[in-house]
């Protein structure tokens, strides 16, 4: 009898292999640039759709600017977490990853170390276009922490549940209405950090709703570990 | 190399397989066939570890799954309908990809190798958005092949090939199975699969219907038994 022990091949090392997937879907995307272009050609209309339809006087916008930039990321992050699993399923290529022989949490965060990373660009680039186009100034470092920690408790959360949603028929619709309860509190938590860090609130008073996103993270983290494996499977 | 013992799968209340014995020796080459629907792709699924079934015992090379599903996927290769490959990234990408992902040391060397064994060391550079179906196939059993399975799954190799992507298909499972591996090969072409195994099984309504050496048939004789079966 074979020793399960002892495999035959050198055991794939979890770390290699998350970068593996996220280079595979850097260089994928690289070349056909569908998942960073989609997010980031709606990123542009739905901000330039509210400084069309808001047309608010200075003080009003810095007020909603914060609520319309989340909802914008929000909405531009779903299509790519859509496309993680998705496009793997349809191109058939999701059984060649859960055929390799890795810990399946490799493979969730290798998937979710390529979407973030699609994320950032997209908000990379349309932070300074918010930021013209609303006449304030984002360019504090404690308000892109937050957009980071908020972004990224958003994607393994995304990650998680595009994950079980790419088993179901109608995968497109079942991701926005499984993710956006779930992830609720650190929107309405990074919602309320930058409201507060862009009308210049000072550490006291930001520091709640920031540590509400990072504990949101820790704990999205630990589900996500702990669950990703049955999730995966059919 | 191969033990199903009493397995049985269904989805919500629809039975698929229905207490499935059968055992594949060390280096065999089993061609399961079956009509649409009669549970041939849920069984190699299920011995991929890609499918859990409900109730039953399977092993691969005597390691029960799914308990060690982890190292059954380092003895099993799997071709299927789909390749299982990335039209964005070049044939050598693709398999650098799996290489890194199966813990291959030395992968350069054994992607020469595979890409050489089917023909395609001249287009290792070309995205596989460009090949042909029977290009991508031929790339597949270079990636299945990769880790030097000691297990081949085929699941409908065959489909969507014309006539001489299909012969030169033939010719490299001919060679991967000739080196003592153990193949297990779904197919809906009865003459092919029973020119390539050495034993065929019928599949239908989610039992195992029919099992003999192909040695011991004619292609007559095992088209008729075979439509004997399937409109019982």
């Given amino acids: ?234 | 190399m191969i033990q199903i013992r009493s397995l049985s799968k269904s989805f919500g209340m629809k039975p698929v397989l229905n207490n499935i014995d059968l055992s594949i020796e060390p280096g065999e080459f089993v061609a399961l066939l079956g009509a649409n629907g009669s549970g041939k792709t849920t069984l190699l699924r299920i011995v991929a570890t890609l499918s859990r079934p409900n109730s039953g015992e399977v092993q691969v090379g005597r390691l029960s799954l799914p308990t060690h599903a982890y190292a059954v996927r380092q003895l099993v290769g799997v071709v299927s309908h789909q390749p299982l490959l990335y039209g964005e990234l070049t044939a050598e990408e693709n398999l650098r990809f799996y290489a890194r992902m199966y813990g291959l040391g030395a992968a350069e060397a054994r992607i020469t190798t595979v890409l050489a064994q089917v023909n395609l060391e001249q287009r290792q550079h070309d995205l596989v958005r460009t090949f042909s179906r029977g290009m991508q196939q031929l790339l597949a059993i270079a990636r299945a092949t990769l880790h030097q399975p000691k297990v081949l799954l085929f699941d409908e190799p065959h489909t969507g090939l014309d006539q001489d992507a299909a012969k030169m298909l033939d010719d490299v499972l001919r060679s991967v199975a000739a080196v003592g591996r153990t193949v297990l090969m779904t197919t809906h072409d009865l003459a092919r699969g029973l020119e390539l195994s050495d034993r065929v099984a019928i599949l239908s309504r989610g039992k195992i219907a029919f099992e003999a050496h192909s040695s011991t048939l004619t292609p007559t004789t095992f088209t008729d038994k075979y439509y004997e079966i399937i409109h019982a």
């Fill in chain 1, 1 to 234: 009898m074979l020793d399960p022990t002892e495999h035959q091949l050198p055991k794939a090392n979890f770390w290699r292999a998350v970068g593996t997937i996220a280079w595979k879907d850097l260089t994928a995307e690289l070349r056909n640039k569908e998942i960073v272009s989609a997010m980031f050609i709606f990123s542009l209309l739905v901000i330039l759709i509210f400084n069309f339809s808001l047309e608010l006087d200075k003080s009003a916008r810095e007020n909603v600017a914060a609520g319309v930039l989340w909802v914008t990321f929000i909405f531009a992050a779903t299509l790519g977490l859509n496309r993680t699993f998705a496009a793997e399923k349809d191109r058939g290529s999701l059984d060649g990853l859960l055929l390799a022989p890795i810990d399946r949490s490799a493979l969730f965060f290798g998937k979710l170390l390529s979407t973030f990373v699609f994320i950032l660009i997209v908000e990379i680039i349309v932070v300074p276009v918010f930021s013209v186009l609303y006449s304030i100034s984002m360019f504090n470092p404690m308000f892109l922490l937050v957009l980071l920690l908020g972004t990224l408790g958003y994607t393994v959360v995304g990650t998680l549940l595009a994950a079980m949603a790419v088993h179901t028929r109608a995968r497109e619709v079942m991701l926005p209405i499984l993710l956006f309860p779930v992830a609720v509190p650190v929107v309405m938590a990074a919602v309320r950090a930058s409201a507060d860090i862009l009308a210049g609130a000072k550490w006291g008073r930001v520091a709640g709703p920031i540590n509400l996103v990072v504990v949101y993270d820790i704990i999205l983290f630990a589900i996500a570990i702990m669950t990703f494996d049955y999730l995966i499977e059919e």
